[in-house]
């Protein structure tokens, strides 16, 4: 069986998998985590699947399970794909948009990934490195983009501390300065998807958002791992940006919550 996939039918996600169980021997200089790592890698059938059709990472079926779900992903489509190393995401939507033109007289999509650490490169998309936290990164991906997106998509995900709160408010942090990319970007109709922890912080975040689009749910795709408090906001049909004056006043000394536009979003 070939490893690699060019192009084929459209995937859906990987349940029925044969399960396979693999032990992994500890060994000298493997620390005990590392190893319950690799046998869970091992024996994850997302991790299997994912070899044996060419995807750079399990998490290729959570959007593809999104997708198969909600339909945001279609020909012609125009997606920014934040935090998308090592690439899973931007090849499922490089191939559910058609940004490299296979699907004969559909009409042909473009996919901006963009993310901290270099990307190998995915034909069809166009990748950036760039921290999307740093002062004036979302004006770069504007005029990358030079117009209005489709879909605005977020798996940023900063490295967790193990801090149940920390991590909570720095993946809510991500998640936010998405959420405005994609209120200064949306083409009416549009979709938002973001990765986030469930918190205080994400109840705020889902008040603004259903402010903005006609539906927003929680959702936790089947291929997210059960032991993992991940889950995405998926948010359809975006109705264009509500105004600062629609929004409850924030306890913010006086400074304001956007601050300047090219202020560092970290110290929002
Ligand atoms: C879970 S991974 C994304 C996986 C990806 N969706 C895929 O399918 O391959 C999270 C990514 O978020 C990126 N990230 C975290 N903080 C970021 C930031 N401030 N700007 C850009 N990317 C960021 C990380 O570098 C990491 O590659």
Known sequence: MS???????RRSSGRGMRELSVRVKTARGRKLSSTRWLQRQLNDPYVQRAKAEGYRGRAAY????LDDRFHFLKPGGRVVDLGCAPGGWTQVAVERVNARGEKPGRRRGRVIGVDLREVE???GAELHRLDFMAEGADEKVRDWL???ADVVMSDMAASATGHRQTDHLRIMALAEAAAELAFDVLEEGGTFVAKVLEGGAQAELQKRLKRGFAKVLNVKPPASRADSAEKYVVALGFRGAPSR???PPQDD?????SGSPTE???NR
């Open 245 to 247: 004056a629609e929004e």
């Open 3 to 9: 490893r690699r996939r060019t192009k084929g039918p």
């Open 62 to 65: 959570k959007i593809m399970e």
């Open 146 to 148: 030079g117009g209005k």
């Open 121 to 123: 490169s995915i034909a």
């Open 253 to 257: 000394g006086g400074a304001g919550r």
């Open 264 to 266: 560092d979003k970290r």
